[in-house]
């Protein structure tokens, strides 16, 4: 160890180090549930400024620091203590990775002195984390933190972005050394080529029919902006990811809609008969490409463009006719140079798009029961500011936000694309502690929300003044669904007796509303509002209404 005198005076415990290396990379917040095995850490927070979110849960604290990953577009960062704490955060982890989410998550571990005996809720978490992180790594001296945290943030941020797993041993906190910490780390960010680019037109003028789908994650305001502008000059129609709708902005002409679960037709049939698609940040996994039926695999019939930030994703499951490895902020900003010359063939296709989805998304059907669900997704479409935050977990409920919202802001959707319930509410928490100032709204089903429902607890406890929007069918929907296709009338295992949720919001220092007919929903949600507390509109919809299309009855 360096024993000048410059390094004695620079001489921390693990802990400190830690702590020291988070303010370097400019982390001003984090979420926790404490554990006794990271106690150092926790007390070098005690002395910095970093805003710490006391968390009930694990689930619900991974899952906020993963919605500020999607916020701000630096990781998000979680600690947790061993064991238990680690495997209630998973669910977090695997969110990040299946939405290429940059997100820190501290672990907590045993003693080095006792590794390998299985002491007390010991795991070894490279490998429990090894499949659903991008990089899992166990720090075993304090004087390696600054190298290890730095190269997490990297990892974190570069390429495809994603999940860091790091666990701390205890002992490794409370040591001491003395070490320099490490300067920000700024992702390097892959260019396309000027020749890609060059391509990119060539193609784009022997096209009759292109489509533009954006998706994945590594944009920002101007990147999408970019994309929009782009878009005008060649009268693109541009459609969106599943759960990436606020990347253009809904009301612009050539906005396309969302490829989601149960999409458009129209809009399936866009992709599909589609000669050229500029395929810019996602994946198209199996949601977005329904089931993988909207590109062939390995070979697309489409003359496929695909612009995303990880090589390894480029030919992964679609073999494009161009890959290009580049980040949507850089591509968005290259493509500025690209012009066209003539009317494109195609001219006109955009203004159809948006047409399509405007008919598609404007007026939701007529449901069984007093409570017109699709009716107050409408309402509150014209009422919430274009900027307000809105986000959900998963279940049917999310069906007709999705189909009748319209999106207009930058991150204004925090939807984890992996399908994981119980996401809502703690997103939401996150968002309104970002951004106080503006209208955040958490969907969720009465299954989604008590997956997560304690987290109310921290939004009282932080005053984060969300409002959540429980959508009570009195069952998990989406799966009595799926059973009465497969398995009809045989119901099992879907059945819910619910608590009263405004009650609940009551009983945490929150407001709460019971909503039973359609009326009676917008004067409950300005109260909500007006309330400037954390709020929970508790709302009934006929069980019979069971998804955004269809109803159960005779001949569904
Ligand atoms: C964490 C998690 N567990 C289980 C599932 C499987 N699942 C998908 S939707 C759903 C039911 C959702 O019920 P609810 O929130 O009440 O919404 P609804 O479908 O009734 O509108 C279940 C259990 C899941 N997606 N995520
Ligand atoms: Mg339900």
């Known amino acids: 160890m360096d024993q000048s005198v410059n390094a004695k005076s620079n001489l921390r415990t693990g802990g400190q180090i830690l702590i020291d290396q988070l303010v370097a990379q400019g982390v001003e917040r984090v979420t926790c549930v404490p554990g006794e095995s990271y106690l150092a850490a926790l007390d070098a927070l005690h002395d910095s400024k970093i805003d710490v979110m006391i968390c009930r849960a694990e689930g619900g604290a991974a899952m906020m620091a993963e919605a500020y990953g999607k916020l701000t577009g630096r990781p998000g960062i979680c600690f947790v203590t061993r064991g238990p704490g680690a495997s209630n955060a998973c669910h977090g982890v695997h969110i990040a990775m299946q939405d290429s989410t940059p997100m820190i998550l501290f672990v907590g571990q045993v003693d080095t002195g006792m590794r390998e005996r299985e002491a007390f809720q010991e795991v070894d978490y490279k490998a429990m984390f090894g499949s659903i992180a991008k990089w899992a790594v166990e720090i075993d001296r304090p004087d390696r933190i600054p190298e290890l945290v730095a190269r997490a943030f990297r990892v974190a941020l570069q390429g495809r972005r994603g999940p860091v797993v790091i666990a ?168 500025e140079r690209l012009t066209h010359q003539t009317a494109p063939a195609w001219k006109g296709a955009a203004a159809k798009a948006h047409a399509d989805y405007l008919d598609w998304t404007e007026k939701p059907r007529e449901l069984p029961g007093a409570f017109q669900y699709g009716q107050v997704v409408g309402w509150l479409r014209e009422r919430l500011p274009k900027n307000a935050i809105v986000c959900n977990g998963a279940g049917n409920y999310a069906g007709w936000l999705h189909r009748h919202h319209r999106f207009h802001a930058f991150a204004a959707q925090l939807a984890p694309t992996s399908g994981s319930m119980g996401y809502g509410v703690p997103a939401a928490v996150m968002a309104k502690r970002q951004y106080p100032e503006r209208v955040v709204v958490a969907f969720a089903g009465d299954g989604c929300f008590l997956m997560n429902g304690q987290e109310f607890a921290t939004a009282v406890q932080h005053g984060a003044a969300v409002i959540v929007v429980i959508i009570d069918n009195g069952q998990y929907g989406t799966i009595r669904m799926h059973q009465e296709r497969e398995y009809p009338g045989r119901v099992v295992g879907t059945q819910l007796q619910n608590p009263d949720f405004a009650l609940y919001a009551k009983a945490f220092g929150g407001h709460g509303e019971r909503v039973e007919r359609t009326a009676d929903f917008a004067p409950a949600f300005e109260r909500a509002l007006a309330s400037g507390k954390p709020a929970i509109l508790h709302c009934l919809l006929d069980p019979r209404a069971i998804s955004v299309s269809k109803d159960f009855g005779p001949g569904n």
Not at 191 to 212: F, H, N
Not at 261 to 270: Q, T, V, Y
């Open 168 to 335: 701390l041993p205890e002992n490794m906190l409370t040591e001491t050394a003395s070490v320099s910490d490490a300067p920000r780390v700024e992702p390097a960010i892959a260019w396309p080529a000027p020749s890609d680019i060059e391509r990119l037109g060539t193609l784009l003028a022997q096209a009759s029919a292109p489509i533009v789908i954006l998706g994945g994650s590594g944009w920002d305001e101007a990147a999408t902006k970019g994309i929009a502008r782009f878009a005008e000059r060649f009268d693109l129609p541009v459609a969106t990811s599943f759960r990436r709708a606020s990347l253009f902005d809904a009301d612009h002409p050539h906005y396309a809609g969302d490829l989601g679960i149960g999409p458009d037709p129209r809009l399936k049939a866009r992709v599909t008969g589609a000669d050229l698609v500029l395929l810019i940040g996602g994946r198209l996994s199996e949601m977005p490409s329904s089931s993988y039926t909207l590109l062939d695999i390995p070979s697309p019939r489409q003359r496929l463009v695909h612009v995303h930030p990880g090589a390894e994703e480029l030919g992964r499951v679609y073999q494009p006719t161009l890959a290009i490895e580049a980040s949507p902020i850089a591509f968005a900003q290259a493509i």
